[in-house]
C-alpha cells in the first residue's frame, strides 16, 4: 500500500537520455528584476483555454494588479496589469505559439508609479474551504508555471475522491533551464507554503517536493525553510534520478510512486495532483499578498547570451529587454528558443513577449546548432522504441501519420506522446519525429472538433424539428378545437359574439 503514497521511495521510469545540464552558468548571479520597459504586450489568452472579455480600453489608465480581462469558467483565466500605466492599444503581436504567429495583446505603457490596485488576500487560508481557496487562485489569474500553462483551477477542481499528495515537481529535466531551481534557492518558505495552500484547496494530506539528485544545495534550503514551518509532518522533500525527461508529468509520479498514470486517465486517478514549484509559490502570492500572477522567473542562457542569469520578469516584457538585461547578445546567434533544447519552440522574433509559461530564453551560436542532416528512410534501429518514457512505438506513430492513417495513430497511443524530443535526438536517419507526431496530435484535434460541431449541429437540427413539430400539432390541435367549437351552435355564437365584441374594442382605440 505504500507505493501508492508518493516519496515513500523512488522508481524508475521507462526510456529517458542521460544529457548535459548546462545550468550552472546561469545560477552564479542571484535572481534580479529588469528595468521597466517601455511597453508591455500582455496577452489576452496565456493558459490552456479561452479569453476572457477584455475590460479594458486604450486611453484608459490601470493600476497594477487591476484586471485586464474578465474571468469566466475554470479555462477562462483573468490576465492582470503587470504595472501601473496608460493602455496604449489592443491590437495583434508576435507570439511563441502558433510558431511565427501573433496572438492579440494589450499594449501597456508603464507611468513608472508602479501603484497596485486594491488587493484582498485571503485571511486564515488554513481554515477555508477548498472551494474558496480554488476561486481564489482562479480570479488571481493562476496558470501552471511548468510550461503548459493549464490553468489551476480546472486542475484542483472537481470531484477527485480520495486525494491524497499534492506533488510539487521541481524536477528540471531540460539542459540550460534553471528558473525553479532559483525559485527553490531563493524563495524555499513561499515554495512550501504555496504547497500547503494547494493541498488545503485539493483536500490532500501531504506534500511532496520532488528534485533532482544533483540539487544537494536546494535540498539542504528545503529542509531549513521546512523545519522554521513547522510542516515536516506532512512535506516530504525527494530526490529523482536525473534522466530526461523525469520532469514530464506522469514521468515524476511514476517515478515517486511506481505507478503509471493509465491511458485516458489523469493524475488524480492515483490519488495525486501535480503543481510546478513556481506554480505553488505564486499561489501562496496570491492567496497570502492578495499578489495576482504578473511576473515569473525567466532563465535567459546559452552561449549566445554575454551574462547568463535568472530574471523576475514582468508578463509582457519583450524577450529582447531580458537579453539586453544579461548583457546583450554575443557571438553570431543563429537560434534562439523559447524553452530547452529538446522540447523548446524555436521563436522567430525576439520582440515576443513574456507569459506566465515562459521559463527560458536560450541563445544558442553556430557552435551548438549543427547543420540540418537530410531526411533519409526509418531503417527500424529500434533507438527510439528504447529511449521512448512512454512506452509508445514512435517508428509505426511516424509511418501511420506519414500515411494520414491519424486514427489508427490514435490506436496506437499517440495523445499519450509528451514531446519530448527522445526519439528524434536519437534516430540515425534525422527524421524529425516530433514534428510528425505535433501534427497528427493536432489533426486529431481537429476531427475531434469537427465531430463536436457536427453532433452539436445534429442536436441543434433535431431540436428545431422537434420544435417545428410540437407546434405544429398545437397549431392542429387547436384548430381542431375552434372547429368542434363551430359544430355546437350555443358555442359557435359565443365565438361570433366576442369577435364582434373585440372589432368594436379595436374600432374605438
Known amino acids: 500500500m505504500d507505493d501508492l503514497l508518493p516519496g515513500d521511495r523512488i522508481h524508475g521510469f521507462p526510456g529517458g537520455l542521460k544529457l548535459e545540464h548546462h545550468k550552472a552558468v546561469a545560477c552564479e548571479r542571484p535572481v534580479a528584476r529588469p528595468p521597466m520597459p517601455e511597453r508591455l504586450f500582455i496577452q489576452v489568452v496565456q493558459h490552456q483555454g479561452e479569453s476572457g472579455r477584455i475590460v479594458v480600453e486604450p486611453g484608459e489608465w490601470v493600476a497594477k494588479g487591476q484586471a485586464l480581462t474578465a474571468a469566466g469558467d475554470d479555462f477562462i483565466v483573468p490576465e492582470h496589469t503587470p504595472s501601473s500605466g496608460t493602455i496604449e492599444a489592443i ?48 480570479r488571481a489569474g493562476m496558470a501552471g508555471l511548468g510550461g503548459a500553462m493549464f490553468p489551476t483551477a480546472a486542475k484542483l477542481r472537481g470531484d477527485w475522491p480520495g486525494i491524497h499528495s499534492v506533488i510539487l515537481n521541481g524536477a528540471e529535466c531540460e539542459p540550460w533551464i534553471a528558473c525553479d531551481e532559483m525559485l527553490m534557492r531563493e524563495r524555499p518558505r513561499d515554495v512550501i507554503e504555496g504547497g500547503l495552500i494547494l493541498a488545503r484547496a485539493a483536500g490532500a494530506e501531504r506534500v511532496v517536493i520532488a528534485i533532482e539528485d544533483r540539487m544537494g544545495a536546494v535540498e539542504a534550503k528545503l529542509r531549513e525553510a521546512r523545519r522554521e514551518l513547522d510542516a515536516e509532518r506532512n512535506v516530504r522533500i525527494r530526490k529523482v ?5 523525469e520532469g ?22 492515483l490519488g495525486v495532483i501535480v503543481h510546478n514549484v513556481g506554480t505553488a509559490a ?25 551574462e547568463p542569469r535568472n530574471l523576475l ?9 531580458l537579453v539586453e538585461t544579461a548583457g546583450g547578445y554575443r557571438g553570431e546567434v543563429t537560434r534562439l528558443i523559447l524553452g530547452g533544447p529538446m522540447s523548446g519552440t524555436a521563436l522567430a522574433s525576439d520582440e515576443i513577449p513574456v507569459t506566465k509559461g515562459s521559463n527560458c530564453v ?15 528512410p526509418c531503417i527500424n534501429c529500434g ?23 491519424y486514427d489508427a495513430a490514435a490506436d496506437y497511443d499517440l495523445p499519450d506522446c509528451i514531446e519530448c524530443g527522445c526519439c528524434a535526438a536519437v534516430c540515425p536517419s534525422h ?19 469537427d465531430r463536436r460541431r457536427a453532433a452539436l449541429a445534429k442536436r441543434r437540427y433535431e431540436a428545431r424539428e422537434e420544435r417545428l413539430r410540437r407546434e405544429k400539432e398545437e397549431r392542429q390541435a387547436r384548430r381542431k378545437e375552434r372547429e368542434e367549437k363551430l359544430k355546437r351552435p350555443e358555442e359557435a355564437q359565443d365565438e361570433i359574439q366576442a369577435a364582434i365584441e373585440r372589432a368594436k374594442r379595436n374600432k374605438k382605440t
Open 91 to 138: 491590437t495583434d503581436h508576435p507570439a511563441a505559439f502558433p510558431p511565427g504567429g501573433t496572438q492579440q495583446a494589450i499594449v501597456l505603457v508603464p507611468d513608472g508609479r508602479d501603484e497596485w490596485t486594491e488587493r484582498n488576500p485571503l485571511s486564515d487560508w488554513r481554515n477555508a474551504s477548498g472551494t474558496a481557496i480554488v476561486d481564489h487562485l482562479h
Open 241 to 245: 534520478f536525473t534522466v530526461y525527461p
Open 248 to 269: 514530464g508529468e506522469r514521468q515524476i509520479i511514476q517515478a515517486l510512486t511506481g505507478r503509471e498514470v493509465p491511458h485516458d486517465g489523469l493524475p488524480q486517478d
Open 282 to 306: 505564486t499561489a501562496r502570492d496570491a492567496v497570502v499578498e492578495g499578489r495576482p500572477l504578473i511576473e515569473r522567473i525567466v532563465t535567459v542562457t546559452g552561449p549566445g547570451i554575454a
Open 313 to 321: 520578469a514582468l508578463v509582457g516584457t519583450p524577450f529582447n529587454h
Open 362 to 376: 536560450l541563445a544558442l551560436t553556430d557552435n551548438e546548432t549543427a547543420p540540418t542532416q537530410p531526411t533519409l
Open 383 to 405: 533507438e527510439c522504441v528504447r529511449v521512448c518514457p512512454a512506452r509508445l512505438l514512435p517508428q509505426t506513430l511516424f509511418r501511420l501519420i506519414e500515411a494520414e492513417n
Open 431 to 449: 527524421i524529425p519525429l516530433v514534428d510528425y507526431y505535433k501534427h497528427g496530435k493536432d489533426e486529431l484535434t481537429r476531427r475531434r472538433l
